[in-house]
């Protein structure tokens, strides 16, 4: 189970945290992922880190959204900085599993479990 928190409305320009962490798992290592969805578009991958610490993120996205982990935590998160209003949307957190290791990518056919979906609205 993953368990997002964060999210909000927000000017453009400013900032807005979001977390996941998952539950029921203990001593897994996870993959994860952000993703999200903005009106009008399909949905898109934001970021995500891999069991190594690799990252990967959008173009659109790259240098104001790090994407980062608290493997003890088992959460992730996503610092959002100098928003606009195109990313406006629902976010998703997205995670898979592993006992070995997993690749930081977005395909949404990666992952196994997702979060309940954050609103973030910039205006």
């Known amino acids: 189970q993953l368990v997002e928190s964060g999210g909000g409305s927000v000017q453009a320009g400013g900032s807005l945290s979001l977390s996941c962490t998952a539950s029921g798992h203990t001593f897994s290592t996870y993959c994860w992922a952000w993703l999200r969805q903005t009106p009008g578009k399909e949905r898109e991958g934001v970021a995500a880190i891999g069991s190594d610490g690799a990252i990967t993120c959008d173009e659109s996205v790259k240098g104001r959204f790090p994407i980062s982990r608290d493997t003890a935590k088992n959460t992730v998160y996503l610092q959002m900085n100098s928003l606009k209003p195109e990313d406006t949307g629902m976010y998703y957190c997205?995670?898979?599993?592993?006992?070995?290791?997993?690749?930081?990518?977005?395909?949404?056919?990666?992952?196994?479990?997702w979060g309940q979906g954050t609103q973030v609205t910039v205006s």
């Open positions: 997205v995670a898979r599993r592993t006992a070995g290791l997993c690749y930081a990518t977005t395909s949404v056919g990666y992952f196994d479990y």
